[in-house]
């Protein structure tokens, strides 16, 4: 943020809310993806559920 506000921009944050059912829907067509080869990260369901307790909305 400091480098944005220093070089003279305006930083925003966009949040797009989701609930956790939606998060491990995306979560599982993305995984999908990495096991097809075409997705460097692949997220297991432990990482999810630690991400997902763990987040504070903004």
Do not use: C, K
């Not at 944005?4 to 944050?13: A, F, T």
């Not at 956790?20 to 559920?49: H, K, P, W």
């Amino acid at each position: 943020r400091a480098l944005i506000s220093d070089s003279g921009g305006r930083w925003v944050l966009v949040y797009l809310d989701a609930d956790s059912t939606e998060i491990r829907r995306r979560v599982a067509a993305m995984n999908t993806l990495a096991e097809e080869g075409d997705l460097a990260l692949y997220l297991t369901q432990d990482g999810l559920e630690r991400y997902l307790s763990g987040f504070e909305r903004p």
